[in-house]
Each structure stands twice: as C-alpha cells, then as structure tokens.
C-alpha cells in the first residue's frame, strides 16, 4: 500500500521559517519525481516545487529564492525548506510521487502564515 505522509505545517509569523516533510512507502522511490503542490481556499491547486529521480530542481515563480527542495532517498522523504514566508504562502501543502507508472498523492499538511 502506497502512503505519503506529510508533516511539518503549523502557524508561523511573516518572514519565518518552516520545514516540510513528506515520508514515503510502498513505493520505489528513488525511481520517482517528487513534488510539493499548495492550495490556498478559493484558488486552484499550484505547483510550488519538483525534484527529480536525478536531483533536478524547479521552482514555481512566487516562491524562486525563498523554497528549497531535496530529497534523502535512504529515508525516503522529501523536504520543502520555507524562508521570508509571507501571507500568500497560506494553503494546504501536498506532496505527489510521480513517474511513468503513475501517481500518488499525501493528505496535506496546513500552513499559516499570520501574525
């Protein structure tokens, strides 16, 4: 059974600071690209960040500079470090594992950025 579990959401003031988690199984993964998504209410699912099965990155333009992706193939997790965090960056943050074979998807974890 394929599980994507992510973590690390939370209530964080403007210009903070937060780390995303998303732990894997039931999958190869080290054969799949992963990628973070948010969705904030009202607005249409976004794609923040992917990694490749290679390393390669990329970056949606409203978070270039502030969001770093990587991934720890051993543990299977991929990461999503968050700085300068403003108000926008509020959603649901999801990860996906993705490669010809198919897809999957994690239940969210909730950021807020509030002060």
């Known amino acids: 059974q394929v599980q994507l579990v992510e973590s690390g959401g939370g209530l964080v003031q403007p210009g903070g600071s937060l780390r995303l988690s998303c732990a894997a199984s039931?999958?190869?993964?080290?054969?799949?690209?992963m990628t973070w998504y948010r969705q904030a209410p009202g607005k249409q699912r976004e794609l923040v960040a992917t990694?490749?099965?290679?390393?390669?990155?990329y970056y949606g333009d409203s978070v270039k500079g502030r969001f770093t992706i990587s991934r720890d193939n051993a543990k299977k997790t991929v990461y999503l470090q968050m700085n300068s965090l403003k108000p926008d960056d509020t959603a649901i943050y999801y990860c996906?594992?993705?490669?010809?074979?198919?897809?999957?998807w994690g239940q969210g974890t909730q950021v807020n950025v509030s002060s």
């Open positions: 990694i490749t099965s290679g390393g390669s990155t």
């Open positions: 039931g999958i190869v993964f080290n054969m799949y690209a």
């Open positions: 996906k594992a993705a490669n010809g074979l198919g897809s999957h």
